[in-house]
């Protein structure tokens, strides 16, 4: 094993990345910690890993995501200082939103700059992420009341580049209404049985070209630099889903086929509703049905769910028919908003809460009409991405990491902006399900070849 992978905050698209290049990449072994409690993974993970990570000589590359203290590691562990040190941020302390800057916890921010510089190579997912770290490293340091440091982000700049999250989708044909699947056959050509898609050719890839790797699987030939290639946000080889389904009716069958102890569909459990794409469908032909919105997102502040369920709330107001289904991962600490909202959309709601299967929440992506991101913090956005290519139709704030990956029709710069879309589109959501989404063209097959794995290692000497 050459390379070592260490993930402090193994959940969401950190667990995603690090499960993604432990399959692709031979040769690696991956530490990890379970994603709770972040900021006292931020803290002290630095010292579990010291005691965890056994001695290996032949240990080439280390890789790990900014959450963990790089320079804590290799201060306690020197033997993994001499290792090339692939340092990716998924996001980034300095431009993280707080309610007064003030209550910046200084510590997780000068972790990562110290981290940065310890590093032989930065990583970001994003070009949004990496210049609002950059070039907020100088304003951050003046809160150090006397005796600053100078210049280091022209000591930090040099290591840096952007290369962007690597998605796997799975086929979700099966999952799609009739006429989502026409649009995706009409854009991408492909056939019905056919299971596997490469998602790339975003307008943000236009501008900035990811490389094609940071680690190499095979140890017999180590290349120095990191070479440019295709660029993409791509998937890999197609993964099936665990529970493959054919149809609704399948669907159906087998859940009533299951144990009898299993809880009645749209019976509440916990905070939770069981899915069940029946309620998706309600017997109607699409052109009939409401218009369908879905939230996707962490149920954090970070997210701004204030302000999508105040644009809900005032469509409801206005008697206007939509349905809405709000998924997305909830923590130690829900804002009050959801249980207030619940209750007041409670006759628009088809889903409400957490789906940790991913048929399931692959499903209710496709049975949405529209995608909505309110978030005042996003350095990529996986959540949105994975909604488009189930034919959702973004919109997502004109600030952030949005405008580097969808086109200007998909974004909103208001609430009042947002209302206006929302509204006309609950008038006529035929106009989201008759369009076709500006990038779709770049939907083409993935013929199984691994070489367009984004993160296919080159690394140097």
């Known amino acids: 094993m050459s390379i070592l992978l260490i993930e402090a905050f193994y959940g969401g698209s950190h667990k995603q990345l690090a499960d993604l290049l432990q399959e692709e990449i031979e040769e690696c072994v991956l530490y990890t910690l379970p994603a709770k409690k972040w900021h006292w993974r931020a803290r002290t993970a630095a010292l579990y890993f010291m005691q965890t990570v056994p001695a290996n000589a032949n240990y080439r590359i280390l890789f790990a995501s900014s959450v963990l203290n790089l320079t804590e590691l290799i201060a306690l562990r020197p033997d993994l200082g001499k290792l090339k040190k692939v340092l990716y941020f998924h996001e980034n302390q300095l431009a993280y939103p707080v309610q007064k800057y003030q209550e910046r916890d200084f510590q997780y921010g000068y972790n990562q700059i110290l981290s940065c510089l310890v590093a032989d190579i930065v990583v970001f997912n994003s070009a949004f992420n990496m210049e609002s770290f950059l070039t907020s490293i100088g304003k951050f340091l003046k809160l150090i009341p006397d005796h600053r440091p100078k210049d280091l982000e022209k000591i930090i700049r040099p290591k840096c580049q952007v290369l962007h999250f690597p998605i796997r989708f799975p086929d979700v044909s099966r999952f799609m209404p009739e006429y989502k699947l026409a649009h995706l056959e009409k854009i991408t050509g492909v056939r019905e049985n056919e299971d596997t898609y490469l998602f790339r050719c975003l307008p943000f890839q236009q501008k900035y070209r990811a490389t094609e790797s940071l680690m190499k699987n095979s140890s017999s030939s180590l290349e120095s630099g990191l070479c440019e290639a295709q660029s993409g946000l791509c998937t890999t080889q197609q993964e099936r889903l665990q529970y493959p389904l054919t149809s609704l009716e399948k669907l159906n069958k087998s859940e009533a086929s299951e144990s009898t102890n299993q809880e009645v569909p749209c019976q509440e459990d916990k905070q939770h509703v069981t899915f069940n794409p029946c309620n998706l469908l309600s017997g109607m032909d699409y052109q009939q049905r409401p218009l369908h919105i879905v939230w996707p997102h962490r149920w954090e502040h970070d997210k701004d769910p204030e302000s999508f369920f105040k644009v809900l709330l005032k469509l409801k107001e206005m008697d206007l028919p939509f349905h809405m289904s709000v998924l997305g991962e909830t923590f130690t600490d829900v804002p009050d908003i959801f249980s207030e909202a ?120």
């Open 342 to 461: 619940k209750k007041a959309l409670e006759s628009s709601i088809l889903h409400w809460g957490y789906l940790p299967r991913k048929d399931d929440y692959f499903q209710a992506l496709c049975m949405a009409d529209v995608v909505i991101s309110t978030a005042k913090h996003e350095f990529f956005g996986v959540a949105m991405i994975e909604a488009v290519y189930c034919g959702c139709y973004p919109l997502c704030p004109n600030a952030l990491v949005y405008p580097e990956i969808f086109p200007a029709e998909y974004l909103y710069s208001t609430p009042e902006q947002l209302f206006k879309r929302l509204q006309n589109f609950c008038k006529r959501p035929d106009i989201v399900r008759k369009h076709l989404y500006k990038v779709c063209q770049c939907f083409p097959e993935f013929h199984n070849t691994p070489q367009f794995l984004p993160f296919r290692d080159k690394c140097t000497e």
